[in-house]
């Protein structure tokens, strides 16, 4: 399996997060679309998988769709999708390395987030109430069990748990961009998503699924959904652009500018000096 170095990786980072910003809005809507779907999917893959393992085995089972949730970002990142959580750490190293403006950025969440959030609430909808995937038996109770922890959490709480969900979704990200063969790719998203999910922290594009399921099914209510909504995405804001993206913009960014000036004055410079 092969890896680039940070130095190289975070100028991957930079060069995706410029790129993330140039993509006409219909582009960025579609798949924003298709990112929040991906990742509600890897939440209902979540439910259906640890649902089903007996109670006295719940932490186990726990574990065991935690092991499954990173189909989501693993098609996000490779099948294509924009995910807001990424972008909170992509783009950002973009802003930090002077390429892109504070608008641009902030442009880019706002229609991320809204693509993620007809994606999520179209799985959570379709797949979770029409077909009722979430909404029977065992897999109500799961659903409510997950549902009721989140939204039970203070506003505080939800903010770290926010940031510690996105400081490991970043260096999934970062991971995957640093890749340089498929199966150093995958194991580079799996092993960090896999660990946010098992510790249980908050995603906001997870959530733009599983709260909206529990209202489709009566369980719980859309002022619910906004109070969470609110400090996990801080968190998440925090988490990928302050603990991922910040940290390696102090480290590297001062000496991508310095090979960026060095290669500007060896072509400035006369032939044969």
């Not at 393992?53 to 719940?58: F, G, I, K, L, T």
């Not at 506003?155 to 995957?176: P, R, T």
Request: with cysteine; proline share 4%; net charge positive.
């Amino acid at each position: 399996m092969g890896f680039m170095n940070p130095e190289q990786v975070w100028r991957q980072t930079v060069e995706a997060g410029e790129k993330k910003v140039y993509l006409p809005i219909l582009n960025q809507l579609v798949l924003g679309f298709l990112g929040g779907a991906y990742i509600s999917i890897g939440f209902l893959l979540y439910i259906r998988v640890s649902a089903v393992v007996p109670a006295p085995w719940s932490d186990f089972g726990s574990i065991l769709g935690a092991a499954c949730f990173p189909l989501g970002l693993i098609l996000t990142l490779i099948a294509g999708g924009e995910l807001l959580t990424g972008n909170m750490m992509a783009v950002p190293a973009a802003y930090f390395s002077g390429r892109i403006g504070l608008r641009q950025l902030m442009g880019n969440w706002l229609v991320i987030t809204l693509g993620n959030f007809v994606g999520a609430l179209f799985i959570a909808y379709a797949f979770g109430h029409l077909v009722g995937l979430t909404e029977h038996g065992i897999y109500l109770d799961k659903l409510m069990k997950v549902v009721h922890a989140k939204i039970a959490e203070p506003f505080y709480v939800a903010i770290l748990s926010g940031i510690g969900c996105n400081w490991l979704v970043g260096l999934a990200v970062w991971l995957a961009y640093g890749a340089e063969e498929g199966i150093a790719k995958l194991v580079g998203i799996w092993l960090p998503t896999m660990a946010f999910v098992a510790i249980g922290f908050q995603h906001v594009v997870a959530n733009m699924f599983v709260i909206p399921a529990a209202i489709f099914a009566g369980q719980a209510t859309w002022m619910d959904y906004l109070s969470n909504f609110i400090p996990v995405y801080i968190g998440n804001a925090l988490g990928g652009t302050v603990f991922v993206a910040g940290m390696y913009a102090m480290v590297y960014r001062k000496s991508q500018s310095s090979m960026q000036a060095k290669s500007l004055e060896s072509k400035s410079a006369p032939y044969g000096k």
